[in-house]
């Protein structure tokens, strides 16, 4: 949600500014902009849409400078247009903002800024910022922001350029910052595919830490103006990594790498039918489990309850992130609070892992970003390493969530020295595998996929622990061909979505072998009778599926534990295949960001 990249050294700025926000494009944005540093003036140019719109603009008018700050803003506050957009100027046009977040009591401060004569010309929060380093600048720049952060209730991600000091200010609460170290220059981005390109040299900011950056040099303080020794950390990602590598869009790359990212999520903790993780208190002490998450994440965590309980025989219950603090939940010392967010920097998720340590529950995150501010303040985590994940739309990362979920309950299962189930663990180690066969199905589900782009609505069906994936799967055509689509367990379309089913509700049945084979049987001769279309996954094509079924989809068999990972792969494959024809750019669907840093 959101970007910013910014840059102080010796080359030419926008080059650098427009190529950083190029690669943020997958966080989700409405419009964008730049200011430089020209001739001790501030030179702002911004557009609403696409930064390939802000670059022409750049093009055209041909500035140089070595100093600037750029911006992709997702609308929270105001409309998106070329005066909401990012960077925002104070009334002297001397201080430059970008910031992500929000500033909860911008009301408040407008009234007192408006009250002392300065004009606010946009209807965003952000703008504030520049108005209150205005207010305290007394030819200090760092000074001056460190006194207007302290008047700010909320969350920033923070760059501040004044025209006379050459010199960017950072500063970060509960939206990522990073800054990249080169040689003789230095950049600000928030996150790291901006700057990969020009560095691997990275320094991760932290809350309420404030950094004051030349070209040559950094220093990092916290708020009380106490400086703060950071480590300089190498990304071990590769610009290659982030490239599409010959695929039309991110998301369709990163659904073919599922068989490495879960060969990676596997590797070195599964060895000799032994669980290898490292958890930094007595797990075995767990009373019950508490997991939290938002969006596809969530979905995951699902499926994480059904494993869990089943295996370990712990209470497991699911919220939604955004609702669990505000529910004052009941959560004690004998808890353990699971957060999952692929960024590991997602707001709400952050929100509810705090609640639950100050109530003193045991923390585990399952994220895929190193260094992220989840992974920092958990008592134990597990990392994914799915690699980047760039597309809007999570695929790799479900999957790969997934299986760090059941490693998890294994381990737990393990450690209370129960027999750990042999053919689970094959099939575990043969799972990259069996993910390659699954993928062979693409092309057989791109020919499908052409006869549904036309259609409005789509129902997904299934049980037990394939309930999550039928959500999933309408998650996913949601987000991406902005077809309305609705998950439900199989059961319970007698109470409510059976009225809608005709000629023109395609039904997906997620029908692979299980001990509910049976009954969701029954559920799909409950659609055929009202004229249901029914696709139907499944790892067997019997001769009652074919009487039922318009459409099959045929998925290799395996562990009934590990089959939502092969039975979301078609579904991933389906929303791609309907987006991609309806002609929607699939790695930026509308209103949608690829990490969500606030409320």
Known sequence: MCGIIAYIGNQEVVPLLIGGLKKLEYRGYDSAGVCLVIDHGLKTVKEKGKVVKLEKSLVKQKLSSTIGIAHTRWATHGEPNQINSHPHLDCSSKIAIAHNGIVENYHALKEL????????????????????????????????????????????????????????????????????????????????????????????????????????????????GQPVNKKIEEIKWS???????????????????????????????????????????????????????????????????????????????????????????????EDLLIVISQSGETADTLAALREAKLKGAKTLGIVNVVGSTITREVDSGIYLHAGPEIGVASTKAFSSQVVALLILALYIRQEKKQKLDERLLKDLDNLPQTIKETLGLDADIKKMAKEFKGVTNFLYLGRGINFPVALEGALKLKEISYIHAEGYPAAEIKHGPIALIDQEMPVVFIATKNNLSEKIISNMQEVKARDGKIIAVVNEVTEEIKKLADYTIEVPEVSNKLSPIINVIPLQLLAYHIANDKGIDVDKPKNLAKSVTVE
Request: proline share 2%; glycine share 6%; with cysteine.
């Open 239 to 333: 610009v290659d990594q982030i490239e599409k590598g010959g695929y039309k869009h991110f998301m369709l790359k990163e659904i073919f790498e599922q068989p490495t990212s879960i060969a990676n999520v596997i590797s070195g903790r599964v060895k000799d039918n032994q669980i290898k993780i490292t958890v930094n208190f007595d797990i075995k002490k767990v009373k019950r489990i508490i997991i939290t998450a938002c969006g596809t994440s969530w979905h995951s965590a699902l499926i994480g309850k059904y494993l869990i309980e089943q295996l370990t025989e712990i209470p497991v219950e699911v919220d939604y992130a955004s609702e669990f603090r505000y529910r004052q939940p009941v959560v004690n010392k």
């Open 113 to 224: 800024l408006e009250s002392e004569g300065h004009k606010i010309v946009s209807d965003t929060d952000s703008e504030i910022i520049a108005h209150l380093v205005e207010k305290f600048y007394q030819g200090d720049l760092e000074q001056a922001v460190t006194k207007a952060l302290e008047l700010i209730v909320g969350s920033y991600g923070l760059v501040v350029m004044h025209q006379d000091e050459e010199k960017i200010i950072a500063a970060r609460k509960s939206s990522p910052l990073i800054i990249g170290v080169g040689d003789g220059e230095m950049f600000i981005a928030s996150d790291v595919p901006a700057i990969l390109k020009h560095t691997k040299q990275v320094i991760y900011l932290q809350d309420e830490e404030i950094a004051i950056i030349n070209k040559d040099e950094y220093s990092i303080k916290n708020l009380n």
